[in-house]
């Protein structure tokens, strides 16, 4: 192994250790001095992963999450120096890390939380003008075959556990209040995007969530409504695009082969 | 003036196209906690500086905020992720996004480090040190060519704190910068803090370590604070935090090294403990006074 390769190997390692050829000018042992850089490395990645995880760290307390986030960084070290988006793969750690086993819903809270950094920094895209929705809807006859296209940061996540209650729970100052009447065994989708400057969750019912899937994957919209009502004949589509256009979700609509944006 | 001096360009001029530079004022780090505070309140400050990794992401707020800021102030950016020091070839999506970013903002402005931080296609996330010899003066440079040549533009490169020195080293830090910007020709980012923690960490004497620097070459200073912890000997153990004030000995060696350069565009880091924004100003201010302060020989000589 060669020195760049031991160097950087001690920086992760599990066990304090300290690679050969470092030398200080007075002679001091220089285990403690490469141990600035071992803590540097790792408290920056447990940094950035506090930051990107809040609810998650809320939920399993300080020390317990910087514990299990440096478990975490050791064996999967970011790949890219953008580490705005590190973070890929943690809730699939959490979901097989015997400590937290227990909280079965912590794996897709952090599902969340991820998508939630990923529509921050998703790409700009302006939304279709409402009165073009408006003007669709009146139009019996193009209407099934319109196709949209979603905003960047649309994000989309079906969870059995109610992520999106817990996450909202911890939203404000005093979270504990809500907290007790949260029922954790009950199903909860998401609808993760970002509005403008801000990142909006909402939950929305199954049936919506299987409608906005099949738009994002560039279905046509009768397709999308029929198959979102087979799931539930209670789907209401009034509601779901409603949110959709608030929340600038519709980035482009093209009809039988034109685009209107 | 040394042969040196005629392979020098004015910071960031690349022949057949102009671009401006960084003013000789002081500039603080943007921070996200005070976006809307900057653009509320218009400070009056020489210029911005960002981390290039936190803004290669598609888009968002941070772009928004930086767009409005870039529109009123100069900008610097600084690169904190490269690997100059790496073993590996440079990461070439990384330059791609380098390129990306710095034709989208034209800051006055380019700058990285003379450490490693990528190694085997893993990012370790520090500015990790490079031992100094003839294999790895050889292998910067290349890094350096590469990265100019990508870019299209003259870079700075920030001389590192450290905290090891390495069995394997043959040159002195100041020499080995000295080589890679007679080779390259990039310029120098002094990191004053940088100069003074390594000088402390390595029991060297920091003015000597300042006049030994290319300094015809610096186009910036840094400015930061350190934490202060000791090594198994228990000597002084000088850590680059950037989350504390400039201390009092570091304001005192950039007085040092502006008497040799005259006035400089000079940044002010803070990425931890981030302070209010007045708080980050008047320390921006204090670097400006001492600007204004420098003796005339020393200005006459930087415009000479």
Known sequence: MNARQAFAEALLAAEPVCPPGLTTWNGSAPEKRFAVYRNTVTVGLVDALADSFPVTLQLVGEDFFRAMAREFA????PRSPVLALYGDGFAEFIEAFPP???????????????????????????????????????????????????????????????????????????PS??????????????????????????????????????????????????????????????????????????????????TTS | MTARADRLRPIGAVPGQKRRSLPERAGIGLKPEHLQEILDTAPDIGFFEIHAENYMVDGGPFHHYLTRIRE??????????????????????????????????????????????????????????????????????????????????RMLLENPATYVEFAASTMAEPDFIGEVVRRSGCGLLLDVNNVYVSSINHGRDQRAAVSAMPLAAVGQIHLAGFAEDTDAAGASLLIDS????????VWDLYRYALDRLGPMPTLIERDNDIPPLPVLLAEAQQAERIMKRLSPIASREAVA
Not at chain 1, 146 to 174: D, G, I, K, M, Y
Not at chain 1, 182 to 195: G, P
């Open chain 1, 74 to 77: 050791r064996q999967t070290p």
């Open chain 1, 100 to 174: 937290v086993a227990a909280l079965s819903y912590l794996a897709d809270l952090a599902r969340l939380e991820l998508m939630r950094v990923q529509a921050w920094h998703a790409a700009d895209a302006a939304a279709v003008a409402a009165e073009t929705i408006v003007r669709l809807l009146d139009d019996a006859a193009a209407l099934p075959q319109a196709r949209f296209t979603l905003h960047p940061s649309v994000r989309l996540l079906r969870s059995r556990h109610a992520v999106v209650s817990l996450w909202a729970a911890h939203q404000s100052e005093a």
């Open chain 1, 177 to 258: 209040s809500s907290l007790a009447t949260i029922d954790t065994a009950s199903a909860e989708s998401a609808l993760v995007l970002r509005n403008g400057l801000e990142v909006e969750i909402s939950v929305i019912d199954e049936a919506a969530a299987i409608f906005i899937e099949l738009l994002q994957q560039g279905r046509a919209f009768g397709l999308a409504a029929g198959q979102a009502l087979d799931a539930d004949s209670r789907f209401d589509l009034a509601q779901t695009l409603g949110l959709l256009v608030r929340s600038g979700a519709l980035a482009d609509l093209t009809i039988s082969g034109s």
């Open chain 2, 72 to 153: 009123r102030y100069p900008l610097s950016i600084h690169g904190v992720g490269l690997s100059i020091g790496g073993e590996d070839a440079l990461d070439e999506r990384h330059l791609d996004r380098l390129a990306v970013l710095l034709d989208r903002y034209q800051p006055e402005s380019f700058s990285e480090h003379l450490a490693w931080s990528s190694h085997g296609g893993t990012f370790l996330n520090d500015l990790l040190p490079v031992p100094y010899h003839a294999a790895t003066l050889a292998r910067v440079c290349e890094h350096i060519d590469r990265v100019q040549d990508r870019l299209k533009r």
């Open chain 2, 242 to 249: 950037h989350g504390a004030p400039v201390a009092e000995a």
